[in-house]
Each structure stands twice: as structure tokens, then as C-alpha cells.
């Protein structure tokens, strides 16, 4: 059962180096999320995707893009990374829609990125 | 502005007692969900309890409890009975209506510490 999976699970990254972040769920959920969890400031939504073919931006979307490549899987993308992107980051996946509002969400296990 | 506040970064509790952990939301949307994830050092998300906007009485489940005043918006977890097991970080969440569809959004968290 192997819920949501991201890859890799440690990164370490040089300043202005890009890369993808993948997530992968096999519960046939249809919304996913991206969060990038720094001390004392929680887990802050980067972007999600209500569905397969949308993405919306979160609360700090600057200098990430985002992929719905279809229903199963959610990618996150740094272009040219910097310092203040190091962090940890979660991707989750929910069932949530109209009328199934009290469905939580999964979170994988994490990607420890470190930009040097 | 900040929509999940989490006002206590670090609570004790002795072991066997009851602590309340602090969370008031702010939304405009009249129909939203609120939740609780548990964090411990190894890092994984783990889903506690939910509540939602017009449930009529306080979730529960097992030891754990949601203290849900809507008047003032806020949604205090209640841990009963605690146990060592229970030293972690806990974050508060709600999950709102958008244009993008639901999106999920946490607070700061809260440190738990359970003393022997």
C-alpha cells in the first residue's frame, strides 16, 4: 500500500541549478498539494491541483512551477534554485470535493532539499 | 494575513494529564473544513481529527478531542490522557472553497513536549 510516494528523498542543489521533485499517488485522488515545511513557519502551501489539468497557486508559488501530468502524478519544478529554497518538502494528495469535504489528506515522506 | 495561528510554539505537559493546543482560523468562506495532523521527529504527517464548518457537535476520536467554537473561530485540540508517545508537533489546518477548488492551509504548529 504504497500511498503517496516523492523522489528523491535528499537533494543537495548548487545556486542557479534546476530540478523536478516527483509525487506519485496510487489512492485515485483527485486533488494534490506541494508544501514546503521551515522552522517555525509550518507547512506553507507552494501550489496544488484540485484535478487532473489544473494548478492553482499557493501562498509562496514564486519560483517553483508546477505539473499535472495526469491523476496520479504531481511534479514540482525549481528553474534556477537559490538558498531560500531550502527546505523540506511534502507533497499530499486528498479525495476532498463537493461533498466529500471531510477527507483528509496523505502526505509522502518528504524531500530534504538543501540549496548550497 | 495570517489565516491558521497557532499561538503557543512549546507546551509541557506531565504524562497522564490533558493539555489544550491553540488554533483560531480566519475565513470568509462559509463552508470549510478543520483539521489536525500530528508530526513526531521522524518526520511523517499523520492525520488526527477533523471538524467541519456545520457539524452541529465537537469531533472526537479516541484521546482525541476538538474544542470548535465557530462564534470565535477556533478549533482547540484536546489531548487526554497523555502519553510519552505524544511529544511531537501538531498542526492545525483548514481546508477552504477556491477558485482552483479546496485548498489546504496549516499553521505555524506547536511543539508538544510530554514529561515523565
Known amino acids: 500500500n504504497a500511498g503517496v510516494t516523492q523522489t528523491p528523498k535528499f537533494q543537495v542543489l548548487k545556486t542557479g541549478q534546476s530540478m523536478t521533485l516527483q509525487c506519485a499517488q496510487d489512492?485515485?485522488?483527485?486533488?494534490m498539494y506541494w508544501y514546503r515545511q521551515d522552522p517555525g513557519m509550518g507547512l506553507r502551501l507552494i501550489y496544488y491541483s484540485a484535478s487532473e489539468g489544473t494548478t492553482d497557486k499557493g501562498e509562496v508559488p514564486n519560483g517553483y512551477n508546477v505539473s499535472r501530468l495526469n491523476k496520479r502524478e504531481f511534479s514540482l519544478r525549481l528553474e534556477s534554485a537559490a538558498p531560500s529554497q531550502t527546505s523540506v518538502y511534502f507533497c499530499?494528495?486528498?479525495?476532498?470535493?463537493?461533498?466529500?469535504?471531510?477527507?483528509?489528506?496523505?502526505f509522502g515522506q518528504g524531500t530534504r532539499l538543501t540549496v548550497v | 494575513a495570517q489565516k491558521i495561528t497557532q499561538t503557543q510554539p512549546g507546551m509541557f505537559v506531565q504524562e497522564k494529564e490533558a493539555v489544550t493546543l491553540d488554533c483560531t482560523y480566519d475565513t470568509s468562506d462559509p463552508s470549510y473544513g478543520l483539521f489536525w495532523y500530528k508530526q513526531p521527529s521522524s518526520g511523517e504527517m499523520i492525520f488526527l481529527i477533523y471538524?467541519?464548518?456545520?457539524?452541529?457537535q465537537n469531533a472526537t476520536e479516541g484521546r482525541y478531542s476538538l474544542n470548535f467554537q465557530k462564534a470565535r473561530k477556533s478549533a482547540n485540540l484536546v489531548i487526554s490522557a497523555s502519553q510519552l508517545g505524544d511529544s511531537a508537533m501538531y498542526f492545525c489546518a483548514m481546508r477552504e472553497r477556491n477558485t482552483g477548488g479546496f485548498k489546504t492551509i496549516f499553521g505555524a504548529g506547536t511543539r508538544l513536549f510530554v514529561k515523565a
Open positions: 499530499a494528495s486528498s479525495a476532498q470535493q463537493v461533498g466529500r469535504e471531510n477527507t483528509e489528506a496523505f
Open positions: 471538524q467541519g464548518s456545520y457539524d452541529q
Open positions: 489512492m485515485n485522488h483527485n486533488s
